[in-house]
């Protein structure tokens, strides 16, 4: 039996729990099951730091580990402040992908995610100065996570593209592959298959690269809303990259399911 609550952010859904006993990869596959389990793109678990405020630990739905997720830290720090684990204002959450400055307020919170790394060695990417797969570019950036950024029109079907750039022997661990519609300066449109848990409604890091990138093609300006399946999110380019949205509690309760 296992106490649960579940948020999501934009539509990226996140099952919050305290630490177990059972291994986190196998409990991660059992309960984001959509049909034996809760459901849920990953689960977020909460332990003390000892470099910051808080440390998240985050597993895909698969069970794969993931540096970071920009939308389930909004939920995990939600989940905090509803708990009084953390309080309103700046906070620090430890990640695999180092410490992030949090901005915990009532109804949005903004992450502070640095400078994206923009050259990748072969152990991310192969063959980084130029990645054209399918006659497709695939600008290729470590923003929390590993990202590829593909600039496309209304008109592409990307349903088949999805899981094969993800998985393509070009990125040795797998990559997020983030599809950007350009609406105008101020707007993009982005649909991110990611690895470890598919098609999803929304990727926060994902949506931070995308506005980044096009940003620095000269397409966009400092200041994007990126528009996702699952709702909307603010994105700040200037020293910083700024990640703003929502977290929402979805419910609680007991999972009573088998977990193997």
């Known amino acids: 039996m296992i106490r649960f609550e579940k948020y999501h952010g934009t539509g990226n859904d996140f099952i919050l729990i305290v630490p177990q006993s059972e291994d986190s990869s196998i409990l991660a596959k059992r309960l984001c099951d959509r049909h034996f389990g809760i459901g849920a793109d990953g689960i977020l678990i909460p332990y003390p730091s000892k470099v910051a405020d808080i440390k998240m630990e985050y597993f895909n739905s698969d069970g794969s580990p993931a540096p970071m997720c920009g939308n389930g830290l909004r939920c995990f720090v939600r989940y905090c402040l509803n708990h009084g684990i953390l309080q309103k204002g700046p906070v620090t959450v430890e990640t695999l992908a180092g410490i992030i400055d949090v901005n915990a307020q009532d109804e949005l919170i903004s992450l502070s995610l640095g400078q994206p790394l923009l050259d990748l060695d072969s152990e991310y990417v192969i063959d980084n100065d130029e990645v054209i797969i399918d006659e497709l570019t695939l600008h290729t950036l470590f923003l929390g996570t590993l990202h590829a950024v593909v600039i496309v029109n209304e008109s592409l079907d990307i349903q088949p593209l999805g899981e094969k750039l993800s998985y393509h022997p070009r990125f040795p661990q797998a990559i997020n592959v983030n599809f950007v519609q350009v609406i105008d300066r101020k707007t993009i449109k982005v649909t991110t298959h990611e690895r470890g848990a598919g098609w999803t409604l929304s ?31 603010l994105v700040h380019c200037n020293d910083d990259v700024i990640l703003t949205g929502p977290a929402i509690k979805i419910a609680s309760g007991v999972f009573e399911g088998e977990l193997l």
């Open 203 to 233: 990727c926060g890091t994902g949506s931070a690269a995308s506005a980044f990138m096009t940003n620095l093609l000269g397409l966009t300006d400092d200041e994007v809303t990126v528009l996702v399946p699952g709702g909307q999110l």
